[in-house]
């Protein structure tokens, strides 16, 4: 944490479903649960959206349903920030520049200031990413009220090098959007965990629900502490996942297991 930074953040997920190749359909959708987000009786601090929520997985039309740079979303998103006074963190949605799609999350602070953009680094094969998509290239770290995060997307928590990169660069949290499906639960809980606990930093990912052609998304969008601990987990359906996080923690747990301190990095790559 820096100084002034706040003791505590309340979060708030949205896991939704998403209606497949059709972007207003999507926003308007999800700004409805966004509002009933900000409605509640502990307002959140931190508004997280799922992956690729303007379209979902219509990759086959992508090139003609991405919101070019981003300006439709980047628009609604910042309206909305600075209209309840919260920070969200866009998920992330189907981006054209110039004749490329991206898979980009747009970050904003409680002024509708925009504070980060990520696009996925590591694009899924087994759902043809790569065909339709562009990768990535940066590493994105960004601050909520004076606590640095770090961005990643879905399949990138398969990937340790990112985070443990991220966490590196003095993230205390991460956020994952994903559209993460059935039958692979067990792996969903268990990378998640598994990044928290080696990175000792929060972990805050949230998935959307529902089926999509002959795929079943299964949220359990899910908080978890620098412990591995779960402070909170959604269900199957559609819901406004809540948690908050204890600003000081990391900084605790780091205290109490010097992994950072004890790292080795001149004998890992020989």
Same mark, same amino acid.
């Given at each position: 944490?820096?100084?002034?930074?706040?003791?505590?953040?309340?979060?708030?997920?949205?896991?939704?479903?998403?209606?497949?190749?059709?972007?207003?359909?999507?926003?308007?959708?999800?700004?409805?649960?966004?509002?009933?987000?900000?409605?509640?009786?502990?307002?959140?601090?931190?508004?997280?959206?799922?992956?690729?929520? $303007? *379209?979902? #997985?219509?990759?086959? &039309?992508? @090139? !003609?349903?991405?919101?070019?740079?981003?300006?439709?979303?980047?628009? =609604? +998103?910042?309206?909305?920030?600075?209209?309840?006074?919260?920070?969200?963190?866009?998920?992330?949605?189907?981006?054209?520049?110039?004749?490329?799609?991206? $898979? *980009?999350? #747009?970050?904003?602070? &409680?002024? @509708? !200031?925009?504070?980060?953009?990520?696009?996925?680094?590591?694009?899924? =094969? +087994?759902?043809?990413?790569?065909?339709?998509?562009?990768?990535?290239?940066?590493?994105?770290?960004?601050?909520?009220?004076?606590?640095?995060?770090?961005?990643?997307?879905? #399949?990138?928590?398969?990937?340790?090098?990112?985070?443990?990169?991220?966490?590196?660069?003095?993230?205390?949290?991460?956020?994952?959007?994903?559209?993460?499906?059935?039958?692979?639960?067990?792996?969903?809980?268990?990378?998640?965990?598994?990044?928290?606990?080696?990175?000792?930093?929060?972990?805050?990912?949230?998935?959307?629900?529902?089926?999509?052609?002959?795929?079943?998304?299964?949220?359990?969008?899910?908080?978890?502490?620098?412990?591995?601990?779960?402070?909170?987990?959604?269900?199957?359906?559609?819901?406004?996942?809540?948690?908050?996080?204890?600003?000081?923690?990391?900084?605790?747990?780091?205290?109490?297991?010097?992994?950072?301190?004890?790292?080795?990095?001149?004998?890992?790559?020989?």
């Amino acid at each position: 944490m820096t100084d002034g930074a706040k003791p505590q953040l309340n979060i708030a997920l949205i896991q939704a479903y998403i209606e497949i190749g059709e972007p207003g359909v999507n926003m308007n959708h999800l700004a409805e649960m966004m509002e009933k987000a900000v409605a509640a009786e502990q307002k959140p601090d931190v508004i997280v959206l799922p992956e690729m929520w $303007n *379209t979902g #997985y219509a990759l086959d &039309r992508i @090139g !003609e349903l991405a919101d070019p740079n981003g300006e439709e979303t980047k628009r =609604r +998103l910042s309206d909305f920030a600075k209209r309840h006074g919260v920070h969200i963190v866009g998920g992330s949605v189907a981006e054209k520049i110039g004749d490329r799609i991206y $898979n *980009t999350m #747009y970050v904003f602070g &409680r002024n @509708g !200031e925009s504070t980060a953009k990520y696009s996925k680094m590591h694009l899924f =094969r +087994l759902m043809d990413e790569e065909k339709f998509l562009h990768a990535g290239e940066e590493a994105v770290t960004f601050e909520l009220d004076g606590m640095k995060a770090g961005a990643s997307i879905c #399949y990138d928590i398969r990937f340790p090098e990112l985070s443990r990169t991220l966490a590196l660069a003095g993230a205390n949290v991460l956020f994952v959007p994903a559209e993460w499906p059935h039958p692979r639960l067990h792996h969903w809980r268990t990378l998640l965990t598994a990044r928290a606990i080696e990175n000792q930093m929060y972990v805050v990912a949230c998935n959307r629900v529902g089926r999509s052609g002959e795929t079943e998304f299964f949220g359990h969008s899910m908080l978890i502490d620098p412990w591995g601990e779960v402070i909170a987990e959604g269900g199957e359906e559609e819901a406004v996942v809540t948690g908050t996080l204890d600003c000081a923690l990391p900084e605790e747990v780091k205290g109490r297991i010097p992994v950072f301190e004890d790292r080795r990095p001149h004998l890992y790559f020989k």
